[in-house]
């Protein structure tokens, strides 16, 4: 039994508390040493991807007992539905390590510290295959985000974790209550107590349980995401947090709450899911136009990108409740290519603004001349944001609007229009920043990327680059998982008989994708 | 059952405890004057470590639980458990104690002589098993804390809170004491047992006069537990008394308390729990609602915590309500378990909060905090991990207290109570995070000079802080010493199974 996995969730914590011994002024020591554990944990973490082998299930897994007399375990696993979260996590961590560098000036080691705990917290929660489990690196991995925000964060940074974390919390409460009422309920039918997420999966309920369960699931998912109308606290911390804890929230967590539906709401209560599908698909359908709609007029470029990323979470949720193999391999996919693009966005926007000391978007503009490596970089990113073919925003986004078409028609035609509008904000964000005549003074001699900022961006870059040119790297780790996702959920079915019109030629999500490499 | 010295010996912890206290104000004069202090803290610190030893030895030796000196008592699992946390709260403020009544400039021999009074009063409590015993540990315990919660003594605040305290507490006992009077007319005995077997043989013309004394007994232990309505004493006393005094108040005292009402629901008037559940499902909602509103609006700091004990009492009723006659039901352990997590997590923040404070207990203002987070780094981590454990975040012990609390609440069918609990933890999230917030991300403004002095009150705060999160997470005896969530919850259900 390998012990991949728990290795790559504790590595950080021990680091953590191993740069409790570095004296608090020897910055650069701190730094270093964080940097340090995080690449050490990637490179660990390198040998889930290589050695994931798609057809398999469930892999790297573990077990012990944990709670025995009360059915929980320490069981920890990884499929094609968590791996790429699992990626993304390990991934992230040092490009938010390296972009946090003179970002945070004070408290380094409680920074670092907490950048790593929420490596661990997000890792577990993915890897969790025992709900208590699940639930408890679920409420762990707020803690360090509630300090980063509050005590690195912006000026409103008290207002806006307060904001975060109660809101959080109404729906975590709510679902660690369904969790104890669906535990029940399986020892009531089965006469055993566990938290073994498998077990625990479509139970039978009556009508009144499962429509309240299924809504304590959602909601505390659904705020996470965050899916419209349940956003309210995302404009506050997306902005008030400081940029890398920012990067981390859209890059990872809010992925967190979407892989939330998929390992535990549709699986727990499948027929719940079918009634109410279409409807969260609407919900999904307002979020992405209304993402759009604010986003086109705000003046503050890092507000701008957290509606564009709201907007981009709901196509994400209209994915997965198309509930076909298209829309959920998509979303699943996009899980990537979001977490990539508008973290990098993030990352951009930052960078902007620290050499300004504004985010405001009227102060910028003209700025192309002076630094092209930088408009490069963020023309770059942001024609993967809106989904230019070729780049990996445009394989998912194509394969959850196919997956959209296929369950239901107005919908998807509708929210291609959303795929129109995020081209609008983007561009016009582009062009009102780099283009145009220089009009304020202070944007002579703007500051191209230095060399530290390049080495943020490239590995973003190459990735969205590569997954866009060759999907079938991630995706032939996804699609077995998502097969046998449909299979066990029941919804496989459908996609045989609504999928077909929409996709005359294959069934493999991956035809579109390679047809998009003839662009 | 006539006198042997076998009785004796299964009391030998109360009787250490009323020993230790007898005798320390004896050793008091001949100690050197100006480290006096320092020897009395450390000689109670010792004494309650001997005394958990042989209360531990005997939880090992599985002692019968039969009760002794006619059916008065029992030192069963139930209350062996119970003396081994009195004992933890006991060492723990002691740890704190000494080094600050030294500051304050409180007088040393009584108060380790009180202290070890109230723990006598306490044992008396768990193991009590008649309505008169019980009757007889709440005064001894109460007596003792009055003086304790009193200590200051030449503070007004003080004064005023503490006469409150007594006033009421000697009204709730008169009470208590007349509906004890009322069930003994009812069913010609105090015992419980003897109570239980009267309402199993159906009780008859005299149930109602039963049921008088049971809900005067109810209100009299409500208040002893701080209980809405019977809560108005609690801020005012947990303000007034000195930090460390409250932090054992809340936590030992508390304890005690719950270690009756649990003893006397389960043990005495589980037959006519119809006749209860009610009242205390109500108490419960109430307790819950009144403790985590009120809590919003406290600018001091020992006064939050003061309704936020009130909100816990409210979280445990739940568990009372969900009692039931058979020995598979887990409120019982759930109210144990619960009860060691807050005991922790309260000594923990008093600890911090003695230590903060300059002399003369300025400083306890949640604004007086702000910046803490900078100047006493590890003081501000310890505080935001009991606040955790307070709104029951994995991973700590509060989080597994209230998970274990609330699955045996769901369990019992009250899921609607258990609703409302979870209500209620959302809303402490406000008052509890406003703490970490001011700690962590505002400016200091007070004057920190001339806090400090309370060494190793960071040791009794690392003991703390380290019991919340292994209490929390662990599936073993860490070092043998603390107990995990694991063995914590197996010894809370051998505690309960002797009440059956």
């Known amino acids: 039994m390998s012990h991949l996995l728990s290795i790559l969730i504790l590595l950080p914590v021990m680091a953590s508390l191993g740069m409790l011994l570095i004296p608090a002024d020897r910055k650069p020591v701190i730094k270093t040493w964080a940097l340090g554990a995080s690449l050490l944990n990637l490179a660990l973490g390198l040998g889930l991807w290589f050695g994931f082998k798609p057809e398999a299930g469930f892999q790297f897994a573990e077990k012990a007992d944990w709670l025995p007399s009360l059915g929980i375990s320490y069981h920890i696993g990884v499929d094609g539905l968590s791996l790429l979260i699992a990626m993304l996590t390990l991934i992230l961590t040092p490009v938010a390590i390296l972009a946090s560098w003179n970002r945070i000036q004070h408290k380094l080691r409680g920074y670092y510290a907490c950048m790593l705990l929420l490596g661990s917290g997000m890792l577990g929660a993915v890897v969790a295959r025992d709900l208590f489990l699940f639930y408890v690196f679920w409420e762990v991995m707020l803690l360090p985000m509630f300090f980063m925000i509050g005590v690195w964060g912006g000026e409103k940074r008290v207002f806006a974790t307060t904001k975060f974390v109660v809101y959080t919390l109404v729906g975590s409460l709510l679902m660690f209550l369904a969790i104890l009422y669906v535990y029940f309920k399986h020892q009531a039918l089965n006469g055993t107590w566990t938290f073994d997420i498998p077990s625990l999966y479509a139970l039978s309920y009556s009508p009144t349980e499962m429509w309240l369960l299924f809504g304590a699931f959602f909601l505390a998912f659904a705020i996470k995401t965050p899916v419209w109308p349940f956003h309210s606290w995302l404009p506050d911390a997306y902005t008030q947090a400081p940029t890398p804890a920012t990067f981390m929230l859209s890059a990872v967590m809010a992925k967190i709450g979407a892989y939330g539906f998929l390992r535990f709401l549709i699986p727990m209560f499948p027929e719940a899911t079918r009634t109410a599908a279409p409807f969260i698909m609407l919900l999904g359908m307002f979020g992405l136009l209304y993402g759009a709609w604010i986003a086109l007029v705000q003046t503050d470029a890092k507000r701008l990108i957290a509606y564009s990323s709201l907007s981009h979470m709901s196509i994400i949720v209209m994915g997965i409740f198309a509930l076909n193999q298209f829309g959920i391999t998509g979303s699943v996919f996009y899980f990537m290519a979001h977490a990539m693009a508008t973290g990098a966005l993030f990352l951009l926007v930052m960078m902007l603004a620290e050499r300004r000391g504004t985010r405001e978007i009227a102060q910028f503009g003209g700025i192309a001349k002076a630094a092209p490596w930088l408009t490069v970089a963020f023309i770059f990113i942001t024609m993967a944001s809106v989904g230019l073919p070729g780049l990996n925003g445009f394989v998912g986004e194509f394969l959850m609007l196919m997956g959209a078409y296929g369950a239901a028609n107005p919908i998807g035609v509708i929210a291609t229009t959303g795929v129109i509008w995020s081209a609008c904000y983007m561009l016009w964000l582009v062009s009102r920043i780099f283009f145009g005549e220089i009009t304020r003074p202070e944007n002579q001699g703007f500051k191209d990327l230095t060399l530290r900022e390049a080495f943020i961006i490239l590995p973003l870059a190459a990735l969205i680059a590569w997954t866009g040119f060759y999907p079938q790297t991630v995706l032939s780790k996804v699609e077995p998982s998502v097969q046998a996702f449909l299979q066990q959920t029941g919804f496989a079915a459908a996609v045989e008989a609504k999928a077909a019109p929409a996709d005359g030629e294959s069934h493999t999500p991956a035809a579109p994708a390679a047809h998009a490499d003839g662009h | ?500």
């Open chain 2, 1 to 500: 059952m006539s006198f042997d010295l076998n009785q004796l010996v299964q009391i030998l912890p109360l009787l250490m405890v009323v020993v230790f206290g007898l005798f320390l104000p004896l050793v008091a004069p001949v100690l050197p004057a100006e480290k006096k202090g320092y020897f009395m803290g450390w000689i109670s610190f010792v004494a309650l470590l001997l005394t958990a030893g042989v209360a531990l030895a005997q939880l090992a030796g599985k002692p019968s639980g039969e009760p002794i000196f006619h059916g008065l008592f029992a030192m069963d699992t139930y209350a062996l458990f119970f003396t081994l946390l009195f004992l933890a709260c006991g060492a723990i403020t002691a740890i704190v104690t000494t080094y600050y009544l030294p500051r304050e400039q409180m007088g040393h021999e009584e108060f380790y002589a009180l202290m070890f009074f109230s723990i006598a009063g306490m044992i008396v409590l768990a193991g009590g098993t008649s309505l008169i015993s019980l009757f007889l540990g709440v005064e001894i315990m109460s007596m003792a804390v009055y003086a304790l919660a009193g200590f200051r003594r030449w503070s007004l605040r003080s004064n005023e809170s503490v006469l409150k305290y007594f006033f009421l507490g000697s009204f709730s006992s008169a009470i208590l004491l007349f509906g004890v009077a009322l069930i003994y007319g009812a069913t010609g005995t105090t015992q419980l047992a003897g109570i239980a077997d009267w309402l199993t043989a159906g009780g008859g013309a005299l149930m109602p006069l039963f049921i008088m004394g049971m809900g005067l007994a109810i209100i009299g232990m409500g208040f002893k537990v701080a209980a809405a309505p019977f809560h108005t004493w609690t801020p005012d006393v947990y303000e007034g008394a000195p930090a460390p005094v409250t932090g054992f108040m809340a936590t030992a005292v508390k304890a005690a308390s719950f270690a009756f009402f649990l003893r006397v629901m389960q043990t005495g008037f589980m037959p006519a729990k119809a006749e209860w559940v009610q009242v205390l499902a109500a108490l419960a909602v109430l307790t819950m609602f009144t403790g985590n509103i009120l809590a919003f609006v406290q600018p001091n700091i020992k006064r939050m915590l003061a309704y936020s004990s009130i909100a816990h009492t409210g979280y445990m009723l739940m568990g009372l309500v969900a009692l039931s006659p058979s020995a598979e039901n887990a409120a019982g352990s759930a109210i144990l378990y619960y009860l060691v997590a807050y005991s922790l997590t309260n000594l923990g923040i008093f600890a911090c909060i003695s230590f903060l404070s300059k002399q003369g207990e300025k400083l306890v203002n949640i604004e007086d905090y702000a910046g803490v987070a900078q100047k006493y780094p590890w003081i501000a981590l310890a505080i935001a991990i009991c606040m955790f454990s307070l709104i029951g975040l994995p991973p700590t012990a509060g989080f597994f207290g209230k998970y274990y609390l609330f699955t045996a609440v769901v369990q019992q069918g009250y899921a609607w109570l258990a609703i409302i609990g979870i209500i209620n933890s959302i809303l402490s999230v406000y008052y509890y995070l406003r703490v970490v917030v001011t700690m962590y991300m505002k400016e200091p403004t007070a004057d920190w000079t001339g806090v400090s002095g309370l060494k190793l009150t960071r040791l009794a705060v690392t003991i703390c802080v380290v019991a919340i999160l292994w209490a929390g997470i662990g599936s073993f005896n860490l070092l043998a010493v603390f107990p995990g969530a694991e063995p914590l919850l197996s010894a809370a259900r051998d505690s309960v199974s002797s009440l059956f």
